[in-house]
């Protein structure tokens, strides 16, 4: 189960930090991902990680502004957004899979999917 929070309205320019809490894996085998979804366009990998191999992917689109962290203890895996535009306006979806997912923004190869959480850039 994966349960994401921390969305919201921000202006440009703003941050926001999004939180997903995983249960129900194994934290030394799984990836975790945000991916985002604008109206009318496809779902989209923002970040993801490998738990425990210290790599972490980022969209063109996205490097330099947001960063993806981890916390073992609490099993959760965060998104802060920085300096934010316009057009980063989507749901964000947590992902997760057991298993270590290649590419790391293929839609598919993530079984577990969060409910979503509307981010709004104005």
């Known amino acids: 189960q994966l349960v994401e929070s921390g969305g919201g309205s921000v202006q440009a320019g703003g941050s926001l930090r999004l939180s997903c809490a995983a249960s129900?894996?194994?934290?030394?085998?799984?990836?975790m991902a945000w991916f985002r979804q604008a109206p009318g366009k496809e779902r989209e990998g923002v970040a993801a990680?490998?738990?425990?191999?210290?790599?972490?992917f980022y969209a063109d689109s996205v490097k330099g502004r947001f960063t993806l962290s981890e916390d073992h203890s609490k099993n959760t895996v965060y998104l802060e957004m920085n300096n934010m535009k316009p057009e980063d306006t989507a749901m964000y979806y947590c992902?997760?899979?057991?298993?270590?997912?290649?590419?790391?923004?293929?839609?598919?190869?993530?079984?577990?999917w969060g409910q979503g959480t509307q981010v709004t850039v104005s």
């Open positions: 129900g894996f194994s934290s030394s085998t799984r990836s």
């Open positions: 992902a997760a899979d057991a298993k270590a997912v290649a590419p790391w923004n293929w839609v598919g190869g993530y079984n577990y």
């Open positions: 990680t490998r738990s425990g191999s210290g790599i972490i």
